[in-house]
């Protein structure tokens, strides 16, 4: 492995790098500018030089402090569930049963479905009224379920859905990572007469923990940026309960029109996610590194 | 694995139960939107009813009423030009972040990945004003560009994990024999890796035809996507469930197709080298 050479190295990474500064950096940087001067894409007005103005108005705003609070707690909840139903599938799936090739492939379709349709899907399952689900539960018990109505409702519903989506994203890779455990202590553990369930507690998990760390913080970055199932289920309701960082900021950009605002709010917004990814990437290398 | 058949048998009864209630979940919405999409109008509000006789009216109000294959049309063209635009790209910038040692190597796998991680809004309101100025809103070209973008860092990962498998001694012996970097990737890389990009193109679709925020947001007038149609059935004046029910199925079918052999590749791109192979 020699260095190939400052001009064929141009050669390879130009034509991608030409697309990332067109169509990414350029209008991260056009966010940057909007975000310094009061602006609308409404109103073709000059722009009016704001300095920081707008990152201490979203920094005493109620609405986008409340979102920040409710994104985090929704990513961690979700990233949480996710992970450990992931890990679950994953043990379940490296069983030998009948129907185990089928349920592989089975298992990664909701990961496949459009997220909006599949947000529709479980919107429609659970209506109070039109839904199958709250018609079987109200023929059994005879009580009346509301999925989509009040706070914790709708926050379960969504963070049910997402996980529904995305615990076999969860899966695949926790499952890669069974596979790719080393066999030694654990057919030594067998021999010395362990049962299934204490080499899984005593040597699978501790070796399988830091791919669980990095699977829940993939997770978390994706949920960070949820937007589609929210536009799906509950359009940010009742209120403002339901807003993720990504629905409340599209909503000020497209629906109130404050572009310079929204992007101040996304620039932030963006700072967030690369902090929390730079952690992953640093979890990764050492991750890597621990295991050469 | 001399275990007993006692301790199979106890095996057996918690891991098929699990499994019947894990294909319940898994096809419950699926089987129920199918259901739905072939009810008569008058039922499709009628959770009890299971047995009625299906029509093809949802789909019929859907192909007449709406414009189905337009949007049907425009979506399979963007995400078509997106996935080998995209791939191409791909193998490309995947060939000398796999092959080579350079200055500042992990720093251009950062800058790459931040616009994968990066939330899609915080590029989507600039694109917008950007695109407008340029006369590329609410036009394929625009959909096309910021899909390659945005799907570019996942398809790179998938391919530098394909380019991982192929013995880097071939490469080697070419390169003794005096052949360049372009060479190598044109006679070696290229070849060798084509069952990858073909896998490679057949994600990014998917990636692209499950594309809702960037259309929304770049979209919508002219130019529609399967996933804005899907969206505007259900509003705040009401929701026509049939019809909604039949675009949903449409929009599963690439999901449906393949999810039985696109296992494998899914887990190359989706973990960025957190698990080396």
Known sequence: MRHPGVKYLLIFLIPSSVFFVLFGEIPFFWAVYMSAHHWSVAFPRPPIFAGVDLYEKFMKDNKFMYSIGFTSLFSFSSALLATLLGLGFAVLLSQRFRGNKILKGLIILPLLIPEISCGLMWRFLLHSELGFIPFIIRSITGLRVEFLLGFPATFTTLLLTDCWRWAPFCYLIIYAGLQSLPREPIEAALVDGASDIQVFRYIKLPLLAPILFIVFLLKFIQSFKVYDIIYAITMGGPGYSTESLSFTIYMESFKFFNTSYASAEAVFFFYLVMIICFIFIKVRDKLIGSLR | ?277
Not at chain 2, 31 to 49: C, G, Q, R, Y
Not at chain 2, 210 to 231: D, H, M, P, Q
């Open chain 2, 1 to 277: 694995m001399g275990r007993g058949s006692k301790n199979g048998m106890r095996k057996k009864l918690i891991i098929y139960p699990i499994v019947v209630i894990l294909y319940i979940i898994i096809l419950l919405p699926v089987f129920w939107i199918l259901l739905t999409s072939f009810k008569p109008t008058k039922l499709t509000n009628v959770p009890e009813a299971i047995i009625f006789n299906p029509t093809l009216s949802q789909y019929d109000f859907v192909i007449t009423r709406t414009n189905l294959w337009s949007v049907l049309g425009s979506t399979i063209f963007i995400d078509i030009s997106t996935a080998v635009l995209t791939t191409f790209l791909a193998s490309l910038a995947a060939f000398p972040l796999t092959r080579y040692h350079f200055f500042g190597k992990d720093s251009v796998a950062f800058w790459f990945l931040s616009f994968w991680m990066g939330p899609p809004v915080a590029f989507g309101i600039p694109l917008f004003v950007i695109f407008k100025i340029f006369g590329l809103f609410d036009t394929y070209l625009a959909l096309i560009l910021c899909y390659t973008t945005f799907n570019l860092p996942l398809a790179i990962w998938i391919v530098m994990s394909f380019y991982q498998e192929i013995p880097p001694e071939i490469g080697e012996a070419a390169e003794l024999d005096g052949a360049n970097p372009l060479q190598i990737y044109f006679r070696i890389y290229l070849p060798l890796a084509i069952p990858g990009l073909i896998a490679t193109i057949i994600l990014v679709f998917i990636f692209a035809w499950n594309e809702f925020l960037y259309a929304l947001i770049l979209a919508g007038t002219r130019v529609k996507t399967i996933t804005l149609l899907v969206s505007s059935y259900w509003t705040m004046a009401g929701v026509l469930i049939g019809p909604m029910a039949a675009t949903i199925t449409i929009s599963i079918i690439p999901a449906l197709l393949a999810c039985w052999f696109i296992q494998e590749y899914l887990v190359r791109g989706l973990t960025f080298g957190a698990i080396s192979r």
